[in-house]
């Protein structure tokens, strides 16, 4: 049960002009699924992606690492499901380029203008075969309003849909935003969480646009943890069409502070999703840590307490169990803390002073806080002005009902 | 329900000559239980201690260092169950103090000379009146032959006690070890873990006897743990009274690898004991990783597999899914892993090689393998000679269950 997680309808999806979509059933694991997605992209568009770090990166990373680093234009992604063509070796790397190949001959495009993805079970050899007869079908459905389709092609555990629509006018001319996403378990930050394509009818230039989808990603993907699990296959993808006549070359364009607004709060909106919709989360929390010293303390002490079975039971149970809270901030690695100036607040309830409980703070209030569907846990360690802010959900029954039948 | 956890009879365990112990009910946080256990130590002995790192470490944890720093002698100990004493800040100081006090009175030795330990409920404050209204039914009980009762005494979660003792012969003088140890959640290495108390009746002078915990603390508790949270008050203490006359004072004493062997033994059993009661524990893991180029190294991979969520909940389900811990230790934080060189064994069973699955490799083997209680998951890392071992457990309804009923 996904928690306070909006799903757009049809009429606000605006379709990106240069991106078409198509989506199909392949039978990649199992029959009656969309599980395989085409995008193409129109001539002159820019892409630029940030991949998990995980050293056991699937092959379809390495062959989008290959690809990008050529330099070359891509004109399509192909995206599948139910296999993550992961720990799959040399094998699954030929896999991989197979695939772009059969696409690539399709859509009379190299192989290297192809960009593949893979979501799913690791360590399966990837049905080439199922993928490859599924692709004119997919082709036949090419069009540029199936976002929709594609926010469910690319689902897995998920549960719902993720997408994120935009229009902002710069300087009189409209630019579209329109972006997917899909994880629910196996989330970490660092890039290694996902799948999320996002894509803009502005022109970028390539250069700008790599540093761009690293920024953006820093600040939406690499804030949200659900289990902290990095996964060996995910990818953000930032497209840049530049077919709605508005350009963006420099950081000092007129247009650049408008739009990069508008892509970091859809790729923020993307990533929020995955931890509103991950698996078993009843809770949304928002772990924010102020007066640390530097970003790098603020983010320490914030997965801490993020990625602590104790605190995520706890808030599964609405229990305000605050000693766990405090015990994490403890642990989290920042060697000289001191724990007699940190506060401690769960939502608007101050709970925790000078290293120990609040002596006007009530447990009513803060039980009061925990049986809300969205809870903000604010942390303030007296080091420092530096503040940051991750995202993540309660750890339940149902995560450990998921991930024990996942396969099975 | 603990997995394959020896309880020795009564007749296995041997007293240790110098140490006196009585438990009682308190009351502390429920009636009814054994929740108050009092250590009275023979004059002459040496006694050293290895303590939490968490920056939130409790109040009598503090006050245990400080009274170990003073250099003076050690003449009791004081343990209550149902409060930890931790984030109670100046007044949970001045509580374990005054337990110190109370205790001192009535044995007529100094404070100084007292070590407190609690364990329970962070962030409340510890019950004093109730805890040294106890006190006088504790010392009435004072005998040697209470070892059973003190790890009765000092459960939380657990759902057995843990006890180890054995004698060994040193020169023809027997040697008596007998130790207890508590803990089932919050469990993570760096002796933030768990109480755990262990005595000889040889005598180690003290400069060794601080060395010797440290060096048996590392290769016992902090090679274990349930879910990385690492606890406020964990404390791991280390007595020789002396009374068998049996001397140490040096390591090139006759006697010194004999008993150091026995005592890092038991200690390892009183850590793996907790591990095999962990909370909602169903499978007994040990991760091992071989070929690492470091300690820190092989602990890293070892870590990130035991730590994995998903990894344990799919051991939880007995599903061979191997992906999962490749994943674990493609992203343990080994920047330049070669995934093409590791080798990966459940059981016997070699389940991966080259970056990808074993090519001979049968699911119905990996599935033989998981059904076990008992399961070792061995890791070749292919970059030098070092190996190291953690032991953790599998995550389960259960934990959730347990953890988010704590307090109700």
């Given amino acids: 049960m996904a928690v306070n997680l909006q799903i757009p309808s049809e009429s606000e999806i605006f379709p990106v002009a240069g991106v078409e979509i198509g989506v199909t059933e392949a039978g990649i694991r199992k029959a009656g699924r969309r599980d395989l997605t085409v995008f193409r992209l129109a001539e002159g568009s820019s ?114 849909p993720k997408i994120h629509s935009r229009r902002i006018d710069v300087a009189g001319k409209m630019v579209s935003i329109t972006g997917i996403s899909k994880g629910a378990g196996m989330i970490r930050p660092n890039m290694a969480t996902m799948l999320s394509f996002l894509a803009t009818d502005a022109a970028i230039e390539q250069p700008l646009l790599r540093k761009l989808a690293v920024q953006i990603a820093d600040q939406s993907f690499n804030r949200i943890t659900v289990d902290g699990d990095t996964s060996t296959n995910d990818s953000f993808i930032l497209i840049a069409t530049g077919k709605s006549g508005v350009a963006i070359s420099s950081e000092s364009d007129a247009a650049y502070a408008a739009v990069v607004q508008a892509l970091t709060e859809a790729a923020a909106d993307l990533a929020q999703k995955i931890v509103r919709d991950a698996e078993g989360a009843t809770k949304f929390m928002t772990i924010r840590v102020e007066e640390a010293g530097s970003t790098e303390e603020a983010l320490k002490v914030a997965y801490a307490v993020a990625h602590s079975p104790l605190v995520k039971t706890a808030f599964f149970a609405s229990d305000p169990n605050l000693g766990r809270i405090l015990a994490a901030i403890g642990y989290a690695g920042i060697d000289d803390l ?16 000078d290293g120990g409980r609040n002596p006007s703070y009530q447990e009513t209030d803060g039980q009061r806080v925990m049986k809300e569907a969205e809870i903000v846990v604010r942390i303030a360690l007296g080091r420092g002005q530096v503040a940051d802010t991750v995202y993540t959900c309660d750890f339940s029954h149902e995560y450990v009902s998921i991930n024990a039948d996942y396969r099975s």
Same sequence: chains 1, 2.
């Fill in 47 to 160: 892409v630029a992606g940030v991949f998990t770090r995980n050293r056991f990166r699937a092959a379809p990373v390495q062959v989008c690492e290959k690809h990008l680093a050529s330099g070359g234009p891509v004109r399509a992604l192909v995206i599948n499901t139910g296999n993550a063509n992961a720990g799959t070796g040399a094998d699954g790397l030929k896999r991989a380029q197979d695939t772009c190949s059969a696409l690539g001959r399709l859509l009379d495009v190299p192989a290297e203008q192809i960009l593949p993805f893979s979501t799913g079970v690791i360590l399966e050899p990837l049905p080439l075969d199922r993928l490859t007869a599924g692709l004119p079908g997919a082709i036949a459905k090419l069009a540029p309003d199936q976002w929709f389709d594609a926010a469910h092609g690319i689902m897995t555990t998920d549960t719902l």
């Fill in 338 to 353: 001191d724990v007699s100036r940190i506060r401690l607040w769960l939502g608007d309830v101050l709970v925790a002073v």
